[in-house]
């Protein structure tokens, strides 16, 4: 039978990251993935990164080229009845964001592993896992057609919602907390120039709008759409028009258009599993989170559960001690949380939850208040450029 440290189940984002930190400690891992290197390469999420997440991508030795083509971001706009207001988040946090594609992430991420001798097995099915309440857990999959088997040590599931991992926890062992919102995100991808240097998240009676970008010359748009929406009801021209309308005026007169290179429409969601460990399995990111992706958290919480699982694990190898792995499920949920907390606010305050005028204006008394109150601000940006870890766990 097989033999590792950690078997990882999935590729993403937080089980390449877990793997490429573990093995800068020289901690072997195996990393299994349902997919393809190119499918999950290609999927389009994510945008916009947290300076913690900046930092653990470059402590991982994969943040070369995002120090490079990565856009370094001081503030965003919130724009509502007509106008737009700066929030100023250096000048309130002393801190940045960043703006850098997943898809960059997960390339970084797959050259840095995957091209340096990582041991990833694309293409597997049937994952089972097993024994991981006790300490010889194992894991086996089907590959090219042949059962293999893998003993280890631990098991992090870095599978996603729809991973294998949570749905292998017994239902009287686990609470899930969940929430649907009644509408979607239609997110389209453009080689046009952003409208703005910076973000701009707007509150609509049509619907909110988001505008963000990839680099200079690519954008990224949002606009809240109804649930059973589809691809097909929105050509480009249509998106173009109803961006437009959800944007002040002056905003609109310069939107550069162009063929979208990409469409998508995405449910939102808030889920939480709980506890996040059993025994010698750890789930991590969104295999036990989910949140809507207005506070642009759902990357940078998945990055941060790997920061505290990869030093739980190296002080497990290298000092013998369980303290911080015993700890990583408190912790873990402490900032998941707050940033549950945080998503769901600002998803409250900048969507449109049907026709509802009186919900309307406290939504514009909020955000009038938002931008005459120096300490709303500064919480709004001290959430959005992510909770300092002693604050969030
Ligand atoms: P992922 O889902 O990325 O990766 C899980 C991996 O496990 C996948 O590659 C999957 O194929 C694999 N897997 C699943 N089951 C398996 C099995 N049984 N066996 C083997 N492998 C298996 N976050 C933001 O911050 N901002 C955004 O704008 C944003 N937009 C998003 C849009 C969409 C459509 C989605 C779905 C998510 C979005 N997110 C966004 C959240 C997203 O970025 C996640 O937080 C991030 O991908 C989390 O990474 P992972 O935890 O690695 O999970
Ligand atoms: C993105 O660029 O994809 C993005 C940015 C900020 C968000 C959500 C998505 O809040």
Redesign the pocket.
């Known amino acids: 039978m097989q033999q590792t440290r950690v078997v990882i189940v999935g590729a993403g984002p937080s089980g390449l990251l877990l793997a490429q930190l573990l093995r800068r400690h020289g901690i072997d891992s195996v990393v299994l993935e349902q997919r393809t290197r190119h499918y999950v390469e290609a999927r389009?999420?994510?945008?916009?990164l947290e300076q913690g997440t900046v930092d653990l991508l470059r402590e991982a030795g994969v943040g070369e080229r995002m120090a490079r083509e990565g856009l370094v971001h001081n503030g965003f706009e919130v724009a509502f009845e007509g106008r737009a207001h700066r929030i100023d988040l250096h000048g309130l946090t002393g801190s940045q964001v960043t703006?850098y594609?997943?898809t960059e992430i997960q390339r970084d991420l797959d050259h840095g592993f995957v091209d340096n001798g990582g041991d990833v097995r694309y293409g597997v099915e049937q994952v089972v896992i097993e024994g991981y309440e006790s300490a010889h857990p194992r894991v086996s999959f089907t590959m090219d057609g042949v059962r293999q088997e893998i003993a280890c040590d631990f098991i992090a599931g870095c599978d996603g919602f729809h991973g294998v991992c949570r749905r292998s926890i017994p239902s009287d062992a686990i609470r899930i907390y969940e929430r649907a919102y009644p509408f979607c995100?239609l997110?389209i991808l453009a080689d046009v120039e952003p409208l703005s240097d910076e973000?701009i998240?707007a509150n609509h009676v049509r619907g909110f709008a988001?505008c963000?970008?990839?680099s200079r010359t690519r954008s990224?748009y949002?606009i809240q759409c109804p649930v059973n929406d589809t691809i097909a009801s929105w050509p480009d021209e249509r998106f173009w028009d109803e961006l437009r309308s959800r944007l002040p005026s002056a905003h609109a007169a310069r939107l550069i258009t162009g063929p979208a290179i990409e469409k998508a429409i995405a449910p939102l969601r808030s889920f939480v599993a709980e506890p996040m460990r059993f025994g010698r399995l750890f789930l991590v990111g969104d295999a036990a989170h989910i949140v809507p992706?207005?506070?642009?958290?759902g990357l940078n919480l998945a990055a941060a559960d790997v920061r505290v699982l990869y030093q739980a694990l190296v002080e497990h190898y290298r000092l013998g001690s369980d303290t911080a792995l015993d700890e990583y499920s408190s912790r873990g949920l402490a900032r998941v949380w707050k940033a549950m907390r945080f998503s769901g606010w600002?998803t409250m305050l900048m969507h449109q939850f049907g026709d509802d005028p009186f919900a309307h204006k406290l939504q514009l008394a909020e955000l009038n208040y938002l931008t005459e109150s120096p300490a709303a601000s500064q919480s709004l940006a001290e959430n959005y450029v992510g909770l300092k870890f002693d604050q969030s766990t």
């Open positions: 389009i999420r994510a945008g916009l703006v594609g997943q995100w997110g973000l998240y988001l963000s970008m990839r990224r949002y992706p207005t506070g642009a958290k600002f």
